[in-house]
């Protein structure tokens, strides 16, 4: 098996980081591991070696986060989409297992229904864009001035007093919870003003003050061709596991994996469960098929309805 490496590419002329690991046999796809808003794909880091066990495994800094250029950009679900394609094509792949989560999980369908010859399964982590209910603080983020506001709540000096009062309990024996440490290591990575720049171009393509403005639901019959898993912490309060339950009451053959006492971040909260059963699922499910037709897609002339979801048959979704 390879050892997990740190790689860089210039993708649609930025420069895109990413990790790869995973044994790379001879026609064996990859798993596309794509992470949630402020992340980065240090989230997978505990599982990238067990999901590479029989396969390559590549997990990406999305463009704005980590490691990867933070342009002015576009930061739609439709152009990370077109993205992840490009890196793909880069690195020689046909076709990919994409297992999304959060906003990676909307970036996964995106790319499901823009390029349906290429997806070959999906597993959609605590996935957005199954139902408008969002956390408060992401909706609040939304709001014009936020800013403003975020570099005071977010400033360095701020960042490092945490840091020492972190420490300070780590000596006598107090560590925080697995969900307390990822709140605060979003904290940390929103201490920059462009990684602030880009999160909240990112996030108000997707969420305002009401919730999620981007929803798949009325879609998903078009994923009849693709296996679908959704996996979801019982606990997540980020956004519902009920979202991933009212998808597969749309979809019926996709599977529904729940874990009791898990937050938002599975792949982090019980790593070792979670890699089990994403390799269960992929072991264990026949690929869609290669030729499936794009004309199943329906394309509108303008590339969005009327809520400001783009089409996915669209050549490059604009979320407004």
Not at 24 to 35: E, K, M, Q, R
Not at 50 to 57: A, E, F, I
Not at 71 to 76: G, K, N
Request: charged fraction near 20%; glycine fraction near 10%.
């Amino acid at each position: 098996m390879r050892t997990m490496q740190i790689r860089e590419a210039h993708i649609q002329g930025h420069l895109v980081r990413y990790r790869e690991a995973g044994h790379a046999s001879d026609g064996t796809s990859p798993l596309v591991l794509l992470h949630g808003i402020a992340g980065s794909s240090e989230d997978w880091a505990e599982v990238l070696d067990r999901l590479g066990r029989d396969r390559p495994v590549i997990a990406p800094d999305l463009l704005g986060h980590g490691e990867s250029a933070k342009p002015r950009a576009d930061y739609s679900l439709g152009a990370y989409a077109s993205s992840v394609r490009d890196l793909l094509n880069m690195l020689g792949h046909e076709r990919a297992t994409i297992v999304g989560h959060s906003l990676g999980g909307g970036i996964a369908l995106q790319f499901a229904y823009l390029f349906p010859e290429r997806c070959e399964r999906l597993v959609l982590v605590a996935s957005g864009g199954l139902g408008a209910e969002v956390s408060l603080p992401l909706r609040a983020a939304s709001l014009p001035g936020s800013e403003l506001v975020l570099p005071v709540i977010l400033h360095r000096r701020v960042i490092e007093v945490g840091r020492a009062i972190h420490r300070t309990l780590g000596r006598v024996g107090l560590r925080p919870t697995r969900a307390a440490a990822q709140t605060w290591v979003t904290c940390e990575r929103l201490a920059t003003t462009p990684a602030r720049s880009a999160f909240l171009h990112t996030l108000r393509s997707t969420v305002d003050v009401r919730g999620q403005r981007v929803s798949a639901i009325d879609r998903l019959h078009l994923l009849s061709h693709v296996p679908v898993m959704l996996a979801w912490g019982e606990q997540d309060r980020i956004i519902p596991v009920e979202h991933g339950r009212r998808a597969t009451a749309v979809l019926p053959h996709a599977e529904l994996v729940t874990f009791p006492g898990v937050g938002h971040f599975p792949h982090r909260e019980v790593p070792e469960d979670f890699a089990a059963t994403v390799t269960d699922f992929v072991s264990g499910s026949e690929p869609s098929p290669a030729d499936i037709a794009r004309q199943a897609m329906p394309e509108t002339a303008g590339g969005t309805d009327e809520s400001g979801t783009a089409s996915p048959g669209s050549a490059r979704p604009a979320y407004t």
